[in-house]
């Protein structure tokens, strides 16, 4: 937890409670001197702000107190996904724009170039969580009408979340020795040109190097509420103001012949 924490710490409840780093309330740290300091709102506060979203160069946490929270959103979870042909890209990503502002602080997107089983052009899926009270098929009914090709939803509880979204322990990148290669970065919204340019460079990529045929494009869509609501000088976390987390596989050369699996793939 605290590894993610320090640089941020992004996830499915930070609509209801922010990010990880927003809920660290002290931490005993090494620092390179040797010496141990608490950091916390009244001690150390330089280095209190710092290792809320800067990272994790200020020394090693040895110890730290975080907020608990009673729950929420609901024990048991839905996991939908809903997937759309190529020619409904800019339909869909446009309905996104439009979404994020009015997104459940229970719910999660992650929306993806799919390999399609049929075609060398990956079809367009969204990946839906959602852990809140409301009846799912009131929370799913905007993404029926947009009319994919292909919908499916089950039920799971929240600890299962993860395995069932193919992100869970022991499961696919998360193995142990398997190699990874993507680079990320944050978008206030979608510029549909340029989803649409990104999509056909990957598509033509998967065609020539068959070796990224179980890669994907990715981007994640967080629920933004609490994480929204936190003054951006409390903290050093830098990105308060973009809404999405875009992962994007490189095609190097030097992974020619490699079998990649990526975040993207999930």
């Known amino acids: 937890m605290m590894g993610?924490?320090?640089?941020?710490?992004?996830?499915?409840?930070?609509?209801?409670?922010?990010?990880?780093?927003?809920?660290?309330?002290?931490?005993?740290?090494?620092?390179?001197n040797g010496t141990l300091a608490t950091v916390s709102a009244d001690t150390h506060k330089d280095l209190y702000?710092?290792?809320?979203?800067?990272?994790?160069?200020?020394?090693?946490?040895?110890?730290?107190?975080?907020?608990?929270?009673?729950?929420?959103?609901?024990?048991?979870?839905t996991n939908a996904a809903y997937i759309y042909p190529d020619a409904s890209l800019e339909k869909v990503f446009s309905f996104l724009n439009e979404y994020k502002s009015q997104q459940?602080?229970?719910?999660?997107?992650f929306a993806n170039a799919w390999p399609s089983t049929t075609s060398n052009t990956s079809n367009v899926r969204l990946s839906v969580q959602y852990g809140g009270h409301l009846p799912f098929s009131t929370v799913g009914a905007p993404f029926l009408a947009l009319k994919p090709i292909s919908a499916s939803n089950a039920t799971v509880p929240?600890?299962?979340?993860?395995?069932?979204?193919?992100?869970g322990v022991n499961m696919g990148f998360c193995l142990a020795g398997t190699r990874r290669g993507h680079f990320s970065t944050l978008l206030k919204g979608f510029k549909i040109p340029a989803i649409r340019a990104a999509k056909d460079y990957f598509d033509d990529t998967r065609k020539k190097y068959p070796q990224f045929a179980s890669t994907s494009l990715l981007w994640e869509m967080y629920p933004q509420q609490a994480?929204?609501?936190i003054p951006a000088e409390l903290s050093a976390y830098p990105h308060r103001d973009l809404d999405i987390i875009s992962y994007v596989p490189p095609p190097p050369p030097w992974l020619a012949g490699v079998d990649v699996v990526t975040a993207c793939l999930w």
Do not use: C, M
Request: charged share 15%.
């Open 4 to 32: 993610a924490g320090l640089g941020g710490g992004h996830g499915r409840h930070q609509g209801l409670h922010g990010l990880i780093s927003d809920n660290i309330l002290s931490a005993k740290l090494v620092l390179a």
């Open 49 to 77: 702000w710092a290792i809320r979203g800067a990272g994790h160069n200020f020394g090693v946490v040895v110890e730290y107190t975080a907020k608990i929270y009673d729950p929420q959103d609901a024990d048991v979870w």
């Open 104 to 109: 459940p602080a229970e719910l999660t997107i």
């Open 158 to 167: 929240w600890p299962q979340i993860a395995t069932a979204t193919g992100i």
């Open 227 to 229: 994480f929204k609501a």
